[in-house]
């Protein structure tokens, strides 16, 4: 459902990318990690089309090196800032899509369709018409998600979805997105460099280091590794995690 070939990405000398190819079988979810400025973000944004990739194939959903609004009607995101619009209430945030284009819905089947996917993810009806600001980061977030998941695609894409947020609440969303990627069977790609995630949310990992797949493996894997330096940003992680 999510492939990509040999992608390279530079900005001047700058080399983010050189040669990234990983794969993602339907219903799978892989979380991508690796530090600061390894290149996550980039990778993200050159599979959304969001960057032009400077070479190599993407190929999500059957499209074939596709074009932001070729993706539209079969990917969601979850963004880091959770991205949602200030000016608009809840429940037109998450059905934000759903408002505009060809088919767009009739304004009161809309909202009811936001009102049932903020119930999937823990929100209620009371929700809807509040707006962003009077929303706490991990409402938020929930609120981003239920965006996500409005048209049901079956492909999701998670860009740090723990970013700012308290324990708890990383936990609670963390469990909540494996739980809505299960019910979906939808084909999930989260980059994140918590531990928390990894261990909550992946089937397989992969680790982006020095502009390639440096290594990918099971999640049981990526939690007791024998390579040295996945071993190294693991526990680190870990440590940090415990501090």
Known sequence: MIAAADLTKSFGPNAVLRGVSLQVARGESLVVIGGSGTGKSVLLKCLLGLEPPDGGQVTIAGLHQPRPQDLARHVGMLFQGSALFDSLPVWQNVAFRMLRGRQRMARAAARDLA???????GLGADVADLYPAALSGGMQKRVGLAR???GDPPVLFFDEPTTGLDPVTAGRINRLIRAVVTEMGA????ITHDMR????????????????IHWQGSRDAALDPHDPLM?????GGEAERQG
């Open 197 to 212: 995630t990894l261990r909550d949310v992946a089937d397989r990992v992969a680790m982006l280091r020095d502009g390639v």
């Open 231 to 235: 071993r190294e940003f693991v526990t």
């Open 115 to 121: 009102v049932e996917k903020l119930a999937r993810v």
């Open 148 to 150: 996500a998941i409005a």
């Open 187 to 190: 084909t999930a790609l989260t």
